[in-house]
């Protein structure tokens, strides 16, 4: 039997091939490490105040839902909720800001 060595070629081609793989491997990890970071900090300022970092809670305001800070007091909107209040016209804003002030509900928190 022949000894049949590979010819430049070959050995260039399997080269390639083994390159594109793991470069394709690697863009792979890459994204999936993102996506993972992009969840952990997801998780870390899920209804969190982007002011102050305490925590959130949801309230019940007509027909929307404002997120409220327990320490600052400070009101965040989610999308469209502002629009939302705005559409309902008849003084709702300014109804709005008022019980903001009082606190939701009529008292004052």
């Known amino acids: 039997m022949a000894d049949l060595k590979p010819t430049q070629s070959e050995e260039e081609y399997f080269h390639r091939l083994e390159q594109e793989r ?4 690697r863009a792979e990890a890459a994204a999936q490490q993102a ?3 992009k969840d952990e900090r997801r998780a870390l300022h899920y209804m969190k105040c ?3 970092g305490a925590d959130l809670v ?3 305001y007509k027909s929307i839902q404002v997120d409220r800070c327990t320490e600052c007091r400070g009101v965040w ?3 469209g909720e ?3 209040l705005v559409e309902t ?3 709702a804003l300014q109804g709005f800001f008022s ?8 008292k004052r928190k």
Not at 99 to 106: H, I, V
Request: glycine share 20%.
């Open 77 to 79: 909107f989610d999308a």
């Open 22 to 25: 793991l470069a394709r491997r």
């Open 82 to 84: 502002v629009e939302s």
């Open 58 to 60: 949801t309230e019940n």
């Open 99 to 106: 019980d903001l002030f009082k606190g939701f509900g009529g």
């Open 50 to 52: 982007p002011k102050c």
């Open 35 to 37: 996506a993972r970071e």
């Open 89 to 91: 016209g008849g003084g």
